[in-house]
């Protein structure tokens, strides 16, 4: 569970709410979709490649406008941190991106066995979501800490509301 964070200088949970949101919708929606109807698989494919390219911009806000200036921080105050130089260092959206563009132009084209590409594509979103929610959770429970630790109120407020501006304009 996250440490108490006032509100105020809480730059994730605003955004992530809105990405655990995402997560409970593709799962819904890989439950009820029948993968013998190429258009239930086509309308899936389609919501997901807008989900992933969402979640690719919420993580380019993030390094842009949060890990950048905590890194500097850091590395201004002699500190090292491999976890937030490292946290964003895979490349498993972009990966699953290619993955879901890939078997939504297989499907256009009849050029896909959609059970067999049903159970891959349950199985790659499952794995996904075993890290991507255990990260989402790292970032409030181990980066805002070091956040509040290393700027201030009146700083963290100012990049709260740059972070959901720049999620509204993503
Ligand atoms: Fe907030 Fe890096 O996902």
Known sequence: MAPMCPEEVDVFT???????ELVCKYLDLLTSTNFSNVGHVTYLLESLIKTFHEFIAHEQIENQFIMKRLKNKLRSLSIQNTAVCNCHKDNRLTDMLKFLQDGYKR????????????????QALEEFTETFLPHMAEEEEVF???????????ELKQLKATVIQQHFKA
């Open 14 to 20: 605003v955004p992530h709410s809105r990405m655990k």
């Open 107 to 122: 499907t256009k084209k009849s050029d896909v066995d959609h059970i067999n590409y049903g159970i891959q594509l349950r």
């Open 144 to 154: 805002q800490p070091l956040l509040m630790q290393h700027f201030t109120v009146d």
